[in-house]
C-alpha cells in the first residue's frame, strides 16, 4: 500500500462519524496518491450515503491493503 497514513485517516474519520472531513479530504488528487485504498474508499463513500450518523466498527489489515467497516442497525 502506497500512503498506510491515508488509510489510517480514513479509519480515524470513519470511527469518528466525521464523514464532512472525510469528502473534503478526499480529493481526486488525493485518492489517486492513494493506489488500491482510494478506490476503496469509493466504495465506503457510497455505503456512507445509507448510515446516517452510526459509527463503524472497523477492522484494518494494512498490510493488506484493506480494511472491513461493519455498520449495526438496531
Known amino acids: 500500500m502506497p500512503d ?21 479530504e478526499a ?11 482510494g478506490g476503496e474508499l469509493l466504495n465506503w463513500v ?6 446516517d450518523d452510526r459509527k463503524p466498527f472497523i477492522e484494518p489489515q494494512l498490510e493488506m491493503g484493506h480494511c ?3 455498520w449495526r442497525w438496531d
Open 27 to 37: 480529493t481526486s488528487d488525493r485518492m489517486l496518491r492513494a493506489g488500491n485504498v
Open 68 to 70: 472491513y467497516g461493519i
Open 46 to 51: 457510497a455505503m456512507l450515503g445509507v448510515t
Open 4 to 24: 498506510p497514513e491515508w488509510a489510517k485517516t480514513i479509519q480515524r474519520y470513519l470511527e469518528q462519524a466525521r464523514i464532512n472531513d472525510l469528502l473534503e
